[in-house]
């Protein structure tokens, strides 16, 4: 799957939920759990996690740490498309600009 039909997907799964109605602002409070989700699971996988309440085992938080980036990526792609933002320009902005700044002199 494209990451601009898994946009499309991931706008009419939300839609059908009635979870789209949110707005950029809360979105974005969303996607910022999300990213405190994800800085969890990278500490687990670098430095260990000692924690009694979990009882993964390292493979467990290989799969949590993908589980995390993909919710990551739901919320950016929903907040995208709430400005009409493809996948494709955000590629291609981080490309031109990573290019226009670092180019060789």
């Known amino acids: 799957m494209q990451l601009e ?9 939300y839609k059908g939920r009635n979870w789209y109605r949110f707005s950029p602002l809360i979105r974005l409070n969303f996607m910022t ?18 924690h009694p309440g979990e009882h993964i ?32 320009q955000l590629m291609q902005q981080s490309e031109r600009k990573l290019q226009k700044r670092f180019e060789e002199k």
């Open 33 to 50: 759990e999300e990213l405190g989700e994800l800085s969890r699971a990278v500490r687990a996988l670098e430095i260990g996690r000692d």
């Open 5 to 13: 039909e898994h946009q499309r997907w991931l706008v009419d799964f």
């Open 57 to 88: 085992e390292k493979a467990g938080w290989q799969d949590n740490l993908v589980e995390e980036m993909a919710d990551v990526m739901d919320q950016l792609l929903i907040l995208a498309d709430k400005f009409d933002i493809k996948p494709e």
